[in-house]
Structure formats: structure tokens, C-alpha cells
């Protein structure tokens, strides 16, 4: 089945900077790819996704990349604010439709 | 424009006891799926349904949970004879017939805390 790997498992960024998050999967198969973010107590919210068919999105300040050949994607989000401060969470979605998540990164944005 | 319900939102059992989790789907969706979630640990996939059909259940254990989606009403989680370990948070996700339109986003609600003491 499909694996996802997620890294870093802690990020701590100064505000205004950027940050980067990222994830391998085994399914060569796999082609969606959502982001989530979750605060604490909260449930995840999707906040940007991409198709296989295509390399990058972008969204405001946030943007993912997908390198196919690579089997990776990653989260870009830029001039961070303190209320990005989350656990972010990477997933794949497989031929089987349903999602594979990592094990997520907590963000956290210091004023 | 209501989203992804889940009832209830807290639930304590006693060991022994069931526990049943509800989710109704966001307007529109005919598609629903269960995840656990461990204490700081990413979501585990556990089920996929659809109305009166089950179409994935390689994430549930073998004993003790079932999962339906009636014609009519919410999506339930069942856990019979609660044990410690299966104190988690609960989410639900809804969506389109995956495919549809090209859309393949899965909405999650706001999750049901199970405790068992």
C-alpha cells in the first residue's frame, strides 16, 4: 500500500520568513495530493492540493511543488504569520481513493 | 452551508461499553470516510462508504468496530465493548463520488473525542 513520509516533524520560523515542508510517497500510482492544517483541538482543514498532472499551485502565500519522477511534494508558505502557527499535514490519494496521511508537522511562527 | 456534522463531539465510555459515532455528510456528498487519530500522530485511515455500501474497510480492525451509511441518516461509527487504547479523536470526511467533475477534496468535521476510563 501507499506510504507517505513527512519532514520535518517540528519547524520554528521567525515571522516574515518562509517555510518549507516535505513529503515522499511509495504509490507511483498516487495522483492527488492535499494539504491539510489542523490546529490544536481542531479538525484539518484542506488548504491547497495538486493533481498529478501538474508540477505546481499556487494559492496566496501558499504554494506546493510535485516532482513525479522523484515521488516528492512540498508546502511552501511565505512571509509566515503567527496564525500559521499548526500541525500541517501531507496525504496521498492512491487508485483505491482513499487518503494516506504523514505523520504531520507542527509550525510554529514566533512574532 | 453546513459542513461535515459529527455527534458528539465529546464521549466518555467505561471499558466494556459501545460507543457510536455519527457523521452527516456535507449537501451534496454521497461519500464518507473514517479516520482515528492518536494523540499527536497523523490521521489512520479506517473506512470508506458510500449509501448502503461499504466500499473499503482494510483500516478497521477485525473486532469490534462496524461502520454503516443507511439510505436515510448519518454515517455511524460502531465500537463495541470499548477497550483504553481506543481512546482517539474520530474524524469524519465527506465528498463527491471520488472522480466527479475531477474532484477528489475530502472535507473533514470537527471530529468526535472518544475516552474510555
Known amino acids: 500500500g501507499e506510504n507517505v513520509e513527512q519532514h520535518p516533524s517540528t519547524l520554528s520560523v521567525q515571522e516574515g520568513d518562509s517555510a518549507v515542508i516535505k513529503c515522499t510517497y511509495s504509490?507511483?500510482?498516487?495522483?492527488?495530493f492535499p494539504w491539510y492544517k489542523q490546529e490544536l483541538g481542531k479538525r484539518p482543514q484542506l488548504i491547497i492540493d495538486?493533481?498529478?498532472?501538474?508540477g505546481e499551485k499556487k494559492d496566496q502565500r501558499i504554494a506546493v511543488t510535485l516532482n513525479k519522477t522523484a515521488k516528492h511534494f512540498s508546502l511552501h508558505i511565505t512571509e509566515t504569520q503567527p496564525e500559521d502557527s499548526a500541525v500541517y499535514f501531507c496525504?496521498?490519494?492512491?487508485?483505491?481513493?482513499?487518503?494516506?496521511f504523514g505523520k504531520g508537522t507542527l509550525l510554529t511562527v514566533n512574532p | 452551508n453546513a459542513g461535515v456534522m459529527q455527534n458528539p463531539r465529546h464521549l466518555v465510555r467505561r471499558r466494556g461499553q459501545e460507543a457510536r459515532l455519527r457523521c452527516s455528510p456535507m449537501?451534496?456528498?454521497?461519500?464518507v470516510y473514517w479516520y482515528r487519530q492518536l494523540p499527536e500522530e497523523g490521521l489512520k485511515f479506517m473506512v470508506y462508504?458510500?449509501?448502503?455500501?461499504?466500499?473499503?474497510e482494510s483500516g478497521m480492525p477485525k473486532e469490534r468496530f462496524s461502520a454503516e451509511f443507511p439510505k436515510e441518516g448519518p454515517s455511524i461509527l460502531r465500537i463495541q465493548q470499548v477497550v483504553r487504547g481506543d481512546s482517539a479523536a474520530y474524524f469524519c470526511?465527506?465528498?463527491?463520488?471520488?472522480?466527479?467533475?475531477?474532484?477528489?477534496?475530502?472535507?473533514f468535521g470537527p471530529g468526535t473525542r472518544l475516552t474510555v476510563t
Open positions: 504509490d507511483s500510482a498516487s495522483n492527488y
Open positions: 470526511a465527506s465528498s463527491f463520488a471520488p472522480g466527479t467533475g475531477g474532484s477528489y477534496e475530502q472535507y
Open positions: 495538486i493533481r498529478s498532472n501538474v
Open positions: 449537501k451534496g456528498h454521497s461519500h
Open positions: 462508504l458510500q449509501k448502503e455500501n461499504i466500499i473499503d
Open positions: 496525504a496521498a490519494k492512491g487508485s483505491n481513493y482513499k487518503l494516506t
